[in-house]
């Protein structure tokens, strides 16, 4: 369904420039229409020339446009990619006075997201590999918001243990790592998807490292939080 959401747009975009160039050719060949002639400072004349040359301008202007909304189709997954990674930054710099808390936490909860985020950071990492921008923005925007969530769900359970300051210490350790581990792959994922081909094999390996480092931190952290 996504594939075909994409094609859809990217037809969309494509007729959208030759609707655009079709138009400025029109308005060119009226221009050079306009101009044939020429009789001098004739004031109908001037009007019709001067209307010709708006015509172009307006269809070049068109053009432009049409064609960087399709450069901006084709770059949002990137573009979502990092401003993903700088709303986790965000998170991470309020952790843990400034988190709000989510009244509903569970253990159990904190447990279930860490599972989603292991498999939100596979689709970044496989949509990456395949520039499929719509599954880049998914996954990104998953990690963004699952992070998030559990950030909020560890202070709200911190205050429904307030006297075992040894479990918040092992679950802020736990979540603090997840949380920079998913910083580090967006921030890596957001390069390695504007990579040239020379650049992008060391930054597949370093994604997929942290990546391994996230699943292992995730794995471990329902042991963290008992």
């Known amino acids: ?96 006075k400034a988190t709000e808390p989510n009244k509903d936490a569970t253990p159990k909860r904190v447990v279930e997201n860490a599972k989603n985020i292991i498999a939100a950071s596979a689709g970044l990492s496989s949509a990456i590999a395949t520039n499929n921008q719509d599954e880049m923005s998914r996954a990104a925007n998953a990690l963004t918001e699952l992070t998030s969530t559990m950030l909020k769900d560890t202070v709200a359970i911190h205050e429904q243990l307030p006297q075992k300051p040894a479990v918040h210490e092992k679950m802020n350790n736990a979540v603090m790592a997840t949380a920079k581990q998913v910083e580090e792959l967006l921030a890596c994922g957001a390069k390695l998807a504007v990579a040239d081909e020379a650049a992008k094999q060391p930054l597949k390996v370093q994604m997929d490292k942290i990546s391994a480092a996230l699943a292992m931190t995730l794995h471990n952290i329902g042991d963290n939080i008992h």
């Open 1 to 96: 369904m996504l594939s075909f959401s994409r094609g859809n747009q990217e037809q969309a975009s494509q007729q959208e420039i030759l609707n655009a160039g079709k138009a400025t050719c029109i308005a060119a060949q009226g221009l050079v229409f306009a101009s044939k002639g020429s009789r001098g400072k004739d004031p109908a004349y001037l009007k019709s020339l001067a209307k010709a040359a708006e015509g172009v301008s307006d269809s070049l202007g068109q053009l432009v446009r049409a064609s960087q909304h399709a450069l901006d189709e084709l770059a949002k997954g990137t573009k979502d990619v990092e401003a993903a990674k700088g709303k986790v930054s965000e998170s991470i710099a309020k952790f843990p």
